[in-house]
């Protein structure tokens, strides 16, 4: 039987960078919401778990500069929530980070910074990679759509041995992706707005919120 252990009630969890980075590791997800093509970063675990997970979130926010989250109150870089799925009879919280302009600024320039040690970096590097891409707007072209598609069907579980899914070689999908980044962006400005150069439109008020043009 396992016995849940309570920690006084005064106590401080003392969060660094490389306990982050090892329980991200371990318990940390980088996944793309398909649909949207949006990118989501989490971190789960059982609502006993609750003050740790708020700690983290406030280590988090200390990363980005002040200004990220002053005209967004209502959607901090990083959230705290609890979920309505169950662990067993313990519900779940968690940590998430969806918000573009954090996870550009701040909690990517964190990550590249330390020295991962297993293969979760290659799930950060391709969730990078997509959000480049997305940035200069390939997703709105067939073959830059083609191989952020590629870059998903390869992320998380899919890239074990075990997955039905056809594994692609690294090198091969690294090569892809440098070749596309290094292409003219997709996206301009005219007046204010974001412009879709492959459509001839701009973008509507959703896909701006998730969208930073990048100088060539």
Not at 22 to 48: C, H, P, T, W, Y
Request: proline share 2%; with cysteine.
């Amino acid at each position: 039987k396992r016995t849940d252990y309570k920690l006084p009630a005064n106590h401080e969890y003392r969060i660094t960078n490389y306990w982050l980075l090892g329980f991200i590791e371990a318990d940390g997800s980088f996944f793309i919401k398909s649909k949207e093509l949006s990118l989501i970063f989490n971190i789960s675990q059982s609502f006993v778990d609750s003050e740790l997970l708020k700690a983290i979130q406030v280590f988090l926010l200390q990363l980005g500069n002040p200004e990220l989250n002053k005209f967004d109150k209502a959607n901090p870089g990083v959230r705290f929530v609890t979920s309505k799925e169950e662990l067993g009879n313990k519900q779940l919280c968690q940590v998430i980070v969806n918000r573009h302009d954090f996870i550009r600024e701040a909690l990517i320039p964190f990550l590249n910074s330390l020295n991962w040690q297993t293969k979760k970096k290659k799930d950060f590097e391709d969730w990078t990679s997509i959000l480049m891409l997305r940035d200069k707007g390939f997703q709105y072209i067939d073959d830059g759509l083609r191989l952020i598609e590629l870059i998903i069907s390869q992320m998380n579980n899919r890239r074990l041995s075990s997955s039905e899914v056809t594994i692609v070689d690294r090198e091969f999908l690294y090569k892809e992706i440098n070749l596309m980044l290094n292409k003219p962006s997709n996206l301009e400005v005219r007046n204010g707005n974001t412009w879709v150069i492959s459509q001839n439109r701009f973008i509507n008020r959703t896909e701006a919120n998730v969208i930073q043009l990048i100088e060539d």
